[in-house]
């Protein structure tokens, strides 16, 4: 989409009217297609982590410098090997930067889901735990999801560098 005008336009309003639903809006949906379990959770970080990949994803592919890809046309490159050889190492950026907001935005929408469309997982037993006035247990689940994302953070950071 950041690449050809024609999937932008086509795929624009689409995007435009999806994205700014929160993904907790969706749980309902996810429960009634899905049931209760992973694959509404699923559902649910999906939703809301595709967004801000996407439109990282985009913006990346829109910033390659001009310069670089009239090269590689100038050398003879087809759009394939133009798209592989340039424009996605140029975007990589882009793409790590949507992937960390991306996995931060799943991982809080992992949690919601979890916690009202589950019986299983760390939102749940966050919510359990707190019913049941064990902040102890709900303190190491909150941590656990922090490290978890600490650690995707780190790789991505790895990947990108």
Not at 96 to 112: P, Y
Request: net charge neutral; proline share 4%.
């Amino acid at each position: 989409m950041g690449w050809s005008k024609t999937a932008h336009d086509l795929s624009s309003l689409l995007i435009g009217i999806l994205r700014p639903i929160p993904p907790i809006a969706w749980i309902p949906f996810a429960i009634l297609w899905f049931g209760v379990g992973l694959e509404s959770a699923i559902f649910i970080i999906f939703v809301g982590s595709v967004f801000p990949i996407l439109i990282n994803t985009m913006d990346g592919v829109k910033r390659v410098d001009k310069v670089l890809l009239e090269s590689a046309y100038t050398l003879g490159a087809s759009q394939f090997q133009t798209l592989q050889k340039v424009v996605i190492p140029a975007s990589l950026p882009s793409i790590i930067t949507g992937l960390k907001v991306g996995v931060g935005v799943g991982l809080m929408c992992t949690v919601a889901a979890e916690i009202i469309g589950s019986n299983s997982g760390m939102g749940y037993l966050i919510f359990t735990s707190t019913i049941m006035s064990d902040t102890g247990s709900a303190l190491v689940g909150m941590l656990i999801i922090g490290i978890i994302g600490l650690t995707a953070d780190y790789l991505f950071s790895r990947v990108e560098n």
